[in-house]
């Protein structure tokens, strides 16, 4: 299985990273799948959103084994964030194309994003920036998107603005790996963010 990495943060929080190669055959069967999770995969008609789908939660499933955590597998919340089955910790999910990403905490709130590198993201910059923030480097976009996708899923409201609620402190462009705060209301959370294989990975470490 192509698990590409379980990396600990602390003792309580580790993230994974899955290049997903397999067929879908390979990946139901790889799967155990937990309460109500099959009717829901049947649920999903297209192909590739089921390979996403399962990949990410055989990481899931692999960062709770290297945390010692029992995996039964996940649900979601009225706001649509996955849980954990039968457990209190956190867990945040994220997947584009042909890497599927999770990060557990037994305690605290988490989040993750992955996003390829790509010009599209320019096209909707003002969907998350105000333009005294815009900059055509790609790359640079792609790393606001990924530390505000990750503040929206540590914030767990809904409703919240992207570009209005979640505040990124300036970081300057050109980095292949960097770290910021995001500030969403009184909360303030550090942001870890990497370049790997032309995609852009973060979540936060605090």
Same mark, same amino acid.
């Given at each position: 299985?192509? *698990?590409?990495? *379980? ?6 929080? @580790?993230?994974? =990273? ?16 937990? %309460? ?7 649920? %999903? ?21 290297? =945390?010692?955590?029992?995996? @039964? ?18 867990? +945040?999910? +994220? ?5 599927? @990403? ?11 994003? #992955? ?39 540590? @914030?767990?409201?809904?409703?919240? +603005?992207?570009?209005? !609620? #979640? %505040?990124?402190?300036?970081?300057? +462009?050109? =980095? ?14 550090? #942001?870890?963010?990497?370049?790997? !294989?032309?995609? %852009? ?6």
């Amino acid at each position: 299985m192509p *698990i590409i990495t *379980i990396h600990n943060l602390n003792k309580n929080r @580790a993230w994974g =990273l899955w290049n997903i190669q397999e067929a879908l055959p390979a990946l139901e069967d790889a799967y155990t799948f937990g %309460i109500n999770e099959e009717e829901y995969l049947a649920h %999903i008609s297209h192909p590739h959103k089921k390979q996403e789908w399962l990949a990410s939660r055989l990481t899931v499933g692999m960062v709770c084994d290297h =945390l010692q955590m029992p995996y @039964a597998g996940t649900s979601k919340m009225p706001d649509k964030r996955p849980y954990l089955c039968e457990q209190n910790g956190h867990v +945040s999910i +994220s997947h584009s194309h042909e890497y599927a @990403a999770a990060i557990i905490d037994k305690n605290k709130p988490v989040g993750i994003d #992955i996003e390829r590198i790509d010009s599209k993201i320019l096209a909707i910059r003002k969907k998350f920036l105000f333009e005294e923030e815009f900059s055509e480097d790609v790359r640079h976009m792609t790393q606001y998107w990924c530390v505000k996708e990750t503040g929206y899923k540590l @914030a767990g409201e809904k409703g919240i +603005s992207l570009k209005e !609620d #979640i %505040i990124v402190e300036k970081f300057e +462009s050109g =980095l292949v790996q960097g770290e910021t705060h995001i500030h969403i209301g009184a909360l303030t959370y550090k #942001i870890l963010f990497f370049e790997y !294989d032309n995609y %852009i990975l973060a979540f936060n470490i605090d």
